[in-house]
Nanobody
């Protein structure tokens, strides 16, 4: 029902910034909370950030709080993840996801997933 395509990943030096975008297609984008998850090589997928349907509520994992900002533009059917002060430990594949109920922080509560975009932070 919802297709998600991430973009904006790449290679950046430590301390630099990237903005990830997730473009959604399908009906009722505004009906979904959106989240960003990441998975580093050899590690499990972890929650990074989430935003409510209206954009009025956001959640972040402690390790990115103060550095990352999630936002959405419902008119463009797009959610963003602005990543500042990047660290090598932020290196991961970043996935966009959509949830039909609530604004969850658990991966299993999300209904749709993008293919991911690689973020590599060099030291």
């Amino acid at each position: 029902q919802v297709q998600l395509v991430e973009s904006g990943g790449g290679l950046v030096q430590a301390g630099g910034s990237l903005r990830l975008s997730c473009a959604a297609s399908g009906r009722s984008f505004r009906s979904y909370a959106m989240g960003w998850f990441r998975q580093a090589p050899g590690k499990e997928r972890e929650f990074a950030a989430a935003i409510s349907r209206s954009g009025g509520t956001t959640y972040y994992t402690d390790s990115v709080k103060g550095r990352f900002t999630i936002s959405r533009d419902n008119a463009k059917n797009t959610v963003y993840l602005q990543m500042n002060s990047l660290k090598p430990e932020d290196t991961a594949v970043y996935y966009c996801a959509a949830a039909a109920w609530g604004t969850p922080r658990a991966a299993y509560e999300y209904n749709y997933w993008g293919q991911g975009t690689q973020v590599t932070v060099s030291s």
